[in-house]
């Protein structure tokens, strides 16, 4: 498999999974119908990826360029639609979907903008868009705060994987292995934050009310 195939193979993974992530959320948190949980599903996994693209200055976007990337993220979010019961009952099923597409679409972000021909510094910037991109969208429709300004670690994981993907090939490893590194140790970071509490660090400044007592 060519590394251009493998990259798209991990990209339409990537969108199965955010759609479900996109779609588990919308039901969980908005009492929606199937047209709007399969909408949430949709924006979730191509809302990231569309963003890179405008950014980069493709346009259209990869997504209204091909069929594939909206009918996986469609079917992804269908799935979840049809068994929500049965996904409800596995341990942290949204976790579990976030942490695999923001992962993939943090490093193959990060790849495709490095391809592109801009900068590693601004190819990492727009992998960790990509990733975080998606979920920001959905969390605002659902007038939820984005897990992004929440505390806990979610840009930080998806700019260190696209960190590691865009260096790797740079220090002599393959795309293939850095981009594995990449979406491995943003998995690990992201589970992390989620189960033990880890978290970026912090300011802490007291209230105006304490300051003036």
Do not use: K, N
């Not at 191509?46 to 909206?70: K, S």
């Not at 994987?161 to 260096?167: C, E, L, M, R, Y």
Request: charged content about 10%; glycine content about 14%; aromatic content about 8%.
């Amino acid at each position: 498999m060519t590394p251009q195939a493998l990259l798209l193979a991990f990209e339409l993974v990537g969108v199965f999974a955010f759609a479900l992530d996109g779609a588990l959320t919308a039901m969980r948190w908005a009492h929606l119908d199937l047209f709007g949980v399969v909408a949430l599903g949709v924006v979730t996994a191509v809302g990231g990826g569309i963003l890179r693209d405008v950014l980069l200055g493709e346009l259209p976007p990869a997504t209204f360029r091909t069929w594939y990337y909206l009918a996986t993220a469609t079917a992804g979010a269908l799935l979840a639609f049809w068994a929500h019961r049965l996904l409800a009952r596995m341990t942290r099923p949204i976790l579990v979907f976030d942490t695999i597409g923001l992962s993939l679409f943090s490093v193959t972000g990060a790849q495709v903008a490095y391809e592109a021909g801009i900068g590693a510094g601004q190819a990492i910037l727009l992998g960790g868009l990509t990733g975080v991109g998606g979920g920001t969208l959905r969390d605002v429709l659902v007038r939820r705060v984005p897990s992004i300004l929440t505390g806990g670690l979610y840009a930080v994981p998806a700019l260190l994987g696209a960190a590691i993907a865009v260096t790797g090939p740079l220090l002599g490893l393959s795309v293939t292995v850095a981009a594995l590194a990449g979406g491995l140790w943003c998995a690990v970071l992201r589970t992390g934050g989620v189960i033990r509490g880890w978290h970026a660090p912090r300011a802490t400044l007291e209230s105006p009310r304490a300051l003036d007592e």
